[in-house]
């Protein structure tokens, strides 16, 4: 980030993240100018391993997911398809399908563990671990009409606001118009009455609108509320589920979401000025794909979103032009206050007559010295700043990855924003010993592990590219439900009739 | 709104409960859970927190409302887990049984007008209850309690969202209070903003916005760099518009500029707007929000209006600092079809 010489909280926490970062992609960009092809390896094995343990006993420091079961049972069990690794032997599919089984109510939906109240997150969780589970058994532990009354139920009247609300008694946000209609859309039942009877559309479009007319271009959580990835992402599938996302403002959405995803980490924050988190990768990331599939561009018949980016002047040279200039000014204001302190210093020491003057020079000599000491580090700063742009996840993409197309002018911008995302997931968020994180320096879990894979299923089903090269490609994903798209097509085919 | 007295509580439920021991819970087992072939995201817990977590299902399965199950839904929140949606539902359940008075019809109740629509939820009395105030403050410690350890559990906001509507318009000031705490500490608190922007909105009033204004002002002179504040003050200033212009508003964010209401762009708001948004890019040129908060205002100005005042912005900061990505895309926006 370049801070413009003004440090506030929100720059100082993004250069936190850049020094660490950076250092991931110095070492990244020394193997692969070494040739090492192995440099972006997705670590299959290990993240399985790490999903594996999660499902059968969890220690007492997951009490706080207590009320997350399902969830936990959908981000390992996705996370395990995606990676086409094996379920564990233990907990068995009977175990699993039993455990779901009795977190439904028998008024419909599902709660996040048993005896809880049915609430629309954990309904989606479960649900959508059953369609990757797949099979009969799994299938027909739902039911359906119970479901759909409880859905009914959790509608707000348009007139009172419309929206759904969570639980009974509990918050409407757009996450819940997202979880009943991929619940539905997965149960293959009908999306169109629930989005009636609360006025989802009209609900979710005042969730882009800041009374009346977008903002920055995002979705917030309720009408009004600040931009955000995770309920962008909730709006917009549930508007492609109803097949309406011309309701939205898209070329505002578009540009919002292209100016979220970081130049240097090449991940994507949730908000303006936040820092990147690997979830964002699927919630951010699956974007413009669902843009491209359910809104595609009128103006231009032959092109996609795939070939247009609103910010076309994030190639490495342009961004290490703007950090070095930045760099300069912004240091050279540093220098010539240094040597302004410094000139007053000397005046000082010519001037000096009697124990005042003295001690009025000492005072002048230290604050040299301390402007003097800024500007170095504000030297070292802006060294850091240009070397970390040559770094970059677009500079990396640019010097050419493993499995990528050759590096060169005709790659497709939205290749290199696809590329840029996929090595920020291969390079800074996979952790060694198995798992995947929000980002360097956090430990991971299942939630993010399960976020971070989607995400990068998705960037290599919309850009066509596999960065790592073929052992790294990952099976397609539902954008719109985010499970496996085989499972989502086996369960709609078997509740077709039921 | 009408005064409203609790009767005294009486006997044993004003001691503390006794969670643990046996003598309060004689007539109710804990339910364990139903059994499995195998261990499921089986999360392990020691022998109290299995028993408190086993009386409560035991309580709520069995619909009972009462002093024990308020207290064990207050360990439970504090001590065990403080996002058990299930237990804040029963908690309120109780309060509103317990130390609720219902009422026939909603004049009543003493709810202003407006409160009711921030949080549309359905009721689990089915009439609309009023709470004492006591019982309310009792929350409010469980909430202040619960946000110094998680600030960001979506929980302890909606039932400060229900407690603050129970409350009605004369809790703002302890609604902003709360906000401000927690904002203190994290000055992007999704949750945090959102609540402040409904208890805005459900008891708005001129000065109150004028207020948050400057409390956003503030804010910024810490960090020009806050989105949150931004993005919030972009929802006072365009409410404010609507007054201005005489158009109706919808509490949270609903209409009037989709029917055009506009200002003058020499309009004092508007101009201490551009203002802000000059300081800000002037500062730090390179931070998106404030470029982003300027085209913001165009919706409030007739078509076009501000286009040449942003881009000409844009174009002098550029020349300062030409290194700003988003002075550019500012630029090119304001000067686009």
């Known amino acids: 980030m370049l801070d413009d010489g003004i440090a506030s909280d929100t720059s100082r926490e993004q250069w936190a993240l850049e020094v660490r970062v950076l250092e991931l992609y110095r070492h990244l960009d020394a193997r692969l100018l070494d040739g090492d092809d192995g440099a972006l390896e997705l670590y299959r094995d290990k993240h399985a391993k790490f999903l594996r343990k999660g499902l059968g006993c969890l220690n007492a420091g997951f ?14 069990l996705h996370g395990l398809v995606l990676l086409e690794r094996p379920f564990p032997a233990q907990p068995d599919r009977d175990s699993i399908i039993t455990f779901l ?21 954990p309904t989606y969780a479960a649900v959508a671990a059953l369609v990757t589970l797949g099979g009969p058994q799994a299938l027909s532990v739902i039911d359906r009409p119970a479901l759909m009354r409880f859905l009914l139920r959790m509608c707000i009247p348009p007139e009172q606001g419309g929206g759904m609300v969570m639980h009974d008694g509990g918050e409407v946000d757009v996450r819940g118009c997202y979880c009943a209609l991929a619940a539905c859309h997965m149960l293959n039942l009908d999306v169109q009455t629930l989005a ?68 240097f980490e090449g991940g994507y924050a949730g908000r303006t000025n936040k820092l990147v988190d690997g979830c964002y990768s699927f919630w951010q990331g699956a974007v413009l794909p669902l843009l491209d599939r359910y809104a595609p561009s ?12 609103p910010d076309q002047d994030l190639s490495p040279e342009t ?130 592990t399960c976020y971070c894979l989607a995400g990068l299923a998705v960037s290599q089903a919309w850009s066509g590219v596999v960065v790592g090269g073929p052992c790294n490609a990952l099976p397609t994903v539902d954008l719109r439900c985010n499970v496996r798209a085989d499972a989502l097509a086996d369960a709609r085919a078997w509740f077709s009739g039921r | 709104m009408p005064e409203i007295t609790i009767e005294e509580v009486e006997g ?76 804040w539902e029963w908690r309120w359940r109780c309060v509103l049984a317990l130390r609720g008075k219902e009422v026939g019809d909603v004049e009543e109740s003493g709810s202003p007008p407006g409160v009711a629509d921030t949080t549309p939820w359905p009721s689990a009395s089915g009439f609309p209850t009023a709470v004492p105030a006591p019982a309310l403050e009792a929350e409010r410690e469980l909430h202040a309690a619960v946000a110094a350890a998680n600030p960001k559990n979506y929980q302890l906001w909606n039932a400060r969202r229900r407690a603050a509507a129970a409350a009605g318009a004369g809790a703002l000031a302890l ?19 959102a609540h402040r922007q409904a208890v805005v909105a459900a008891a708005w009033e001129e000065s109150v916005a004028r207020a948050e204004l400057e409390a956003t002002r503030q804010l910024l002179g810490e960090d020009p760099r806050n989105n949150s504040a931004w993005s919030y003050r972009m929802y006072l200033v365009r409410a404010l518009a609507a007054d201005l212009a005489g158009v109706g508003r919808r509490a949270g964010g609903g209409g009037p500029l989709e029917g055009g209401a506009t200002l003058d762009p020499g309009s004092p708001l508007i101009a201490i707007e551009m203002d802000l948004v000059r300081n800000a890019v002037h500062a730090v040129p390179s931070s998106q929000s404030a470029w982003a908060y300027a085209l913001g205002l165009r919706p409030l100005v007739p078509a076009g209006a501000l286009n040449q005042g942003i881009a000409a912005l844009a174009r002098q900061v550029l020349g300062a600092a030409p290194w700003s990505l988003a002075a550019l895309r500012a630029l090119r926006r304001a000067e686009g079809p």
């Open chain 2, 175 to 193: 609604e902003l209070a709360f906000t401000g705490a927690c904002l203190a500490l994290d000055a992007k608190n999704y949750h945090a903003w």
């Open chain 1, 101 to 121: 089984a009795s977190c439904q109510d028998p008024e419909g939906g599902f709660g996040g563990g048993p005896y809880q109240l049915p609430h629309l997150a």
């Open chain 1, 319 to 448: 961004l290490a032009a703007r950090a070095l200039v930045h760099s300069l000014a912004v240091r050279l204001e540093a220098a010539e206050k240094l040597e302004a302190e410094a000139e007053a210093a000397y005046s000082s020491a010519v001037h000096a007559q009697n124990d005042a003057a003295v001690s009025n020079l000492q005072h002048a000599a230290r604050t040299a010295q301390h402007a003097s000491q800024r500007l170095r580090e504000g030297l070292d700063r802006a060294r850091s700043q240009v070397a970390a742009v040559a770094h970059g996840a677009a500079a990396l993409v640019a010097t050419g990855l493993p499995g990528a197309p050759a590096a060169g002018r005709d790659v497709a911008q939205s290749s290199v924003g696809a590329q840029s995302l996929q090595v920020w997931l291969l390079a800074a968020c996979q952790e060694l010993r198995g798992g995947m994180r929000d980002k360097p320096g956090k430990a991971p879990d299942y939630y993010h």
């Open chain 2, 12 to 87: 044993d439920a004003a001691q503390a409960v006794d969670l643990l021991s046996d003598s309060h819970w004689r007539d109710l087992a804990p339910l364990p859970y139903p059994p499995l072939p195998q261990p499921v995201v089986e999360i392990d817990m020691d022998e109290e927190t299995a028993l408190l977590m086993g009386r409560f299902w035991a309580v709520k399965t069995a619909g009972e409302l009462s002093e024990r199950a308020l207290a064990l839904t207050e360990h439970i929140i504090l001590h065990i887990n403080g996002a058990h949606y299930t237990v």
């Open chain 1, 63 to 76: 009490l706080g997911l207590d009320a997350s079961r399902t969830w936990l049972c959908y981000w390992i």
């Open chain 1, 196 to 263: 009636d009877c609360c006025g989802m559309v009209d609900f979710i479009r005042r969730c882009q609108a800041c009374q009346g007319k977008s903002y920055e271009g995002g979705i917030g959580g309720e009408p009004g509320n600040e931009a955000h990835g995770g309920y962008t992402y909730c709006g917009l599938a549930a508007l492609c589920l109803l097949d309406r996302c011309q309701a939205l403002d898209i070329p505002s959405l578009e540009s919002w979401v292209a100016a979220l995803q970081a130049p």
């Open chain 1, 298 to 309: 009128n103006a231009r018949a032959t092109e996609t979103r795939t070939e247009q980016r």
